[in-house]
């Protein structure tokens, strides 16, 4: 589950991370009161006005109808609804929004940081994830930071660091130095980066999250380490020990058939072929994603609907199904073992003739308890629906209603 900027700082400052600080507001008209507000909290007189979407890179994105940045600075009270109101209620375009603009239906008015001193400001990139192949969580971090990793990773990758952490012992004190060092500092900016080190990582294991990517960590002028930003996945299989967090889901940011899946109790990941596929098992559901693309087709959707494939979970899964303009066909793949296969056939004639005409064909291959009286339901059905016994013959079907 993504968080926007200012969730994910609301967890941050929970275990100890210094951030910059911020007001959410949703409206124009209340800009300036939470700037009032802001300068009573922080002393700031500068405000940075922040699109809170779901996607990077939105100081350099676009609001469509605007031409505003998603990132800008109001340098003084009298610029605050100006600058607001040039990003809220508007579409922001970055590089990860594939060429569509999103929604901005709230912004982030935070305090200037970068505040004049004797030292010069500087900037640092840090993220937390799980190195897959090392099988251990991995503190990734750089100089370069308000850049887009990828690019210095491309370009400079000597200036991309990584220390692992042992899962047996946590972060050590030895590490969290290290890494100050690695990014040159020392004195005060020294001890205060250390410390948003351990604790970004205590968060980062605390809240069960995916990643943490702070981009930048700023380095003030009087030696303060500040999370300026803060890019935040959750991992949905630890939700249920976060029910605060699980209220910060923004559905508005997501797929609509994703949320709708979600809401069935579906699990549903949209992708760009013409044929669609509905399973029970993840396994099982890959095979048949293969067998798809084997056949001279393209898996339109990875779709599983669990063990209990009855006539309303089937029903739901083709509303779901249908409304991708892309599908050809549909194969549905679902072994028998908890549900029996004549009550699934069942439950795929019961949806269909609920649902009315359903304009593509549909290929069912059922296999396990109870095999032979679900093919004799299909065929006897009178639909146009296919049935088939073997993964082979299946796969023939689907290349037959493509040509």
């Known amino acids: 589950m993504n968080l926007h900027e200012y969730q994910g700082k609301t967890i941050l400052q929970k275990y100890g991370v210094a951030i910059q600080r911020g007001v959410v507001v949703e409206k124009v008209e209340d800009a300036v009161a939470a700037a009032k507000k802001l300068t009573e909290e922080t002393g700031t007189g500068w405000y940075v006005v922040k699109a809170q979407i779901h996607a990077g890179g939105r100081g350099k994105g676009v609001v469509e109808e605007t031409g505003s940045h998603g990132v800008v600075l109001a340098k003084g009270i009298d610029q605050v609804e100006e600058k607001v109101k040039g990003i809220l209620g508007g579409h922001l375009e970055t590089a990860q929004t594939n060429g569509v603009g999103k929604l901005v239906s709230k912004v982030l008015l935070a305090e200037d940081v970068y505040y004049p001193?004797?030292?010069?400001?500087?900037?640092?990139?840090?993220?937390?994830?799980?190195d897959r192949e090392r099988g251990r969580n991995t503190i990734?971090?750089?100089?370069?930071?308000?850049?887009?990793?990828?690019?210095?990773?491309?370009?400079?990758?000597?200036?991309?660091?990584?220390?692992?952490?042992?899962?047996?012992?946590?972060?050590?004190?030895?590490?969290?130095?290290?890494i100050a060092f690695n990014l040159g500092l020392s004195g005060e900016a020294f001890k205060q980066m250390t410390k948003f080190v351990v604790n970004l990582y205590s968060a980062y294991e605390g809240c069960d999250a995916a990643m943490f990517e702070i981009n930048p960590v700023l380095k003030t002028s009087d030696n303060k380490i500040i999370a300026v930003d803060a890019k935040v996945t959750?991992?949905?299989?630890?939700?249920?020990?976060?029910?605060?967090?699980?209220?910060?889901?923004?559905?508005?940011?997501?797929?609509?058939?994703?949320?709708?899946?979600?809401?069935?109790?579906?699990?549903?990941?949209?992708?760009?072929?013409?044929?669609?596929?509905?399973?029970?098992?993840?396994?099982?559901?890959?095979?048949?994603?293969?067998?798809?693309?084997?056949?001279?087709?393209?898996?339109?959707?990875?779709?599983?609907?669990?063990?209990?494939?009855?006539?309303?979970?089937?029903?739901?899964?083709?509303?779901?199904?249908?409304?991708?303009?892309?599908?050809?066909?549909?194969?549905?793949?679902?072994?028998?073992?908890?549900?029996?296969?004549?009550?699934?056939?069942?439950?795929?004639?019961?949806?269909?003739?609920s649902i009315g005409n359903i304009p593509v064909p549909i290929?069912?291959?059922?296999?396990?308890?109870?095999?032979?009286?679900?093919?004799?339901?299909?065929?006897?059905?009178?639909?146009?629906v296919h049935s088939a016994v073997l993964l082979q013959e299946a796969a023939d079907k689907v290349k037959e209603v493509l040509a």
């Open 363 to 384: 290929i069912v291959r059922l296999q396990g308890t109870n095999a032979v009286e679900a093919k004799k339901i299909i065929d006897d059905s009178g639909l146009n």
């Open 234 to 353: 959750l991992d949905g299989n630890g939700l249920f020990r976060h029910p605060d967090y699980v209220a910060m889901r923004d559905t508005l940011e997501e797929d609509p058939l994703d949320v709708e899946a979600d809401a069935a109790g579906l699990n549903f990941v949209k992708l760009d072929g013409n044929v669609a596929c509905m399973v029970n098992g993840a396994g099982l559901a890959m095979a048949t994603m293969d067998i798809i693309k084997y056949s001279g087709g393209s898996p339109a959707n990875f779709l599983d609907v669990g063990g209990t494939a009855n006539a309303e979970r089937v029903e739901k899964a083709f509303h779901i199904i249908l409304k991708d303009p892309n599908v050809k066909a549909i194969l549905i793949n679902i072994f028998g073992g908890i549900v029996r296969c004549d009550r699934v056939a069942q439950g795929v004639v019961d949806a269909y003739k």
């Open 140 to 178: 990734m971090y750089s100089t370069e930071g308000g850049m887009d990793i990828e690019t210095v990773a491309h370009d400079t990758p000597h200036l991309i660091f990584k220390e692992e952490i042992d899962p047996r012992v946590g972060i050590q004190g030895f590490q969290a130095r290290k």
């Open 117 to 130: 001193g004797e030292a010069e400001v500087e900037e640092f990139y840090m993220s937390v994830l799980l």
